[in-house]
């Protein structure tokens, strides 16, 4: 493969100011996830030590195998909401290794309002769980949680993702024959019983882990039977007595070390072959992306100069270069696992969208990974494209990438903006992961074309009534508008709500890929399967 010429003159004036703002900008992300990360009230921080407990990370460091990264996923979730008061959502969860086996981690948060479940520590569950059934990922579920949250539970009880698809889920994995582990390390109350009573092997921890459907309020509020928790579902209680748990550990750590021997009496896996070879660092350095990366979004960047900065020796194997060049297709390797790559360089047209399909397709045969790089503010309009059938072409690229079941990744480098973010693997899609950078912006459209549109809309209703806008509402609504965009175009706001699985340090891109391709391998990809393409 050849290696990317880069154009990039890394001391002009203009790639030195972009890495100074870029700068700025991941310095105030890595702040919020600092402060995230260290959220929870002191005070709950303080009790929770007292009581001989590791807190949610440390117990995750324990598990995983030493000098093996933690793919954290989604730890800004609800950032923003509740008054802050729910730091990732009371819930860290995220791909380690343990025994070797990628594994899905799912650790309650007790430091957050008891570990109580609102609407995103939900959706951040029941995604978890989705990355293991995608990926066929044995899980660990570190459980320490209040159940619901009280008074959201008009938000997260009854609906299909609510909390109910928890269990749904332990069962679907279990009859796929996915191992799933509990380590019931505190309160484990109502529903959440569940977790422990419906996974493989259960430990439960001495004087702190409790399990049971009706805590003792409820019992006495119900029958009058007085009882405390312990008596009623402790660790003595559901190992000799009940039978629930089947491990009964000392302490957190004694607990943890249960379960990674449990791992090393696993089935073997399956994976999936992959051509792989020695991960080799990309020959341009990738910290020169903060140089490059869109921040003023209407400045063009070439996205050849990124994928250089991203790829193993920057070689890449470029599909169709002469044709369609606002979509750039071509193979490479990332950390040695081979790749193919779409990435925006400017906006859709027909060419482009067959050219997208067509590649999709060769990845689908080939059983390569996709990996999707988004800077797309949507497809082509206009009369002369509506003629050309750019609604047709366009379609046959969201057919393919929607049918595409090699495992696909998406990576938000620029904008992501209509119809674009669908062809180009949006949520909707289902990458198997998803990422934003820091200066990523995503929404139906932008700001200033979204206020066009509605002051057009609003000018028209009143001409119909013989009315006009005067030039000051006109430009209140505009500037209201503008506001509005702005904060929701936010990967802030995005990572809050789970649209996204994280943002992410550009440099950091290649390893986070790598762990994403090296989990995935865990499920055969499946043969190529479309429907009717239309001509
Ligand atoms: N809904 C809403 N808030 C809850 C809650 C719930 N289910 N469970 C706990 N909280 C809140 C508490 O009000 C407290 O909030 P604060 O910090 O603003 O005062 C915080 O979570 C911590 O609770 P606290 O009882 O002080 O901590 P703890 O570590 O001693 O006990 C629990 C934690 C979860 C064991 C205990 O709070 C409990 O039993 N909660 C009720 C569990 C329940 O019955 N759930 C059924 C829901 S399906």
Redesign the pocket.
Known sequence: MYRIDSKVDTNSDEFIRNKQEFLRILDEYKLILDQVKHGA?EQ?VA??KERDKLLARERIDLLVDPNTPFLELSPLAAYGEYNY?FPSAGIITGVGVIHGRETLIIAND?TV????YVKETIKKHVRAQQVAIENRLPCVYMVD???????EQSKVFADRFNFGRFFYNQARLSAMGVPQIAIVM??C????AYVPAMSDETIIVKKQGTIFIG?P??VKAATGEVVTPEELGGADVHTAISGVADHYAENDRHAIQICRNIFQNLEAVDKQKLDISVPEDPYYDPEEIYGLAPIDFRKPVDAKEIIARMVDGSRFHEFKTRYAPTLVTGFARIMGYPVGILANNGVLFSESSLKGAHFVELCQIRKIPLLFMQNITGFIVGKQYEHGGIARDGAKFVHAVANADVPKFTVVFGGSFGAGNYAMAGRAYDPRLLFMWPNARISVMGGEQASGVLIQVKEEQLAKAGKELDPETKEKLRQEILHKYDVEGSPYFSTSRLWDDGIIDPVDTRKILAMGIAMSLNQKFPDMKNGVFRM
């Open positions: 009230p709950s009790r929770h008061q007790a309002k008891g570990g109580t949680s209040g159940g619901i949250f009280l008074p505190g309160s109350t109502a529903g959440g805590g309020p409820l």
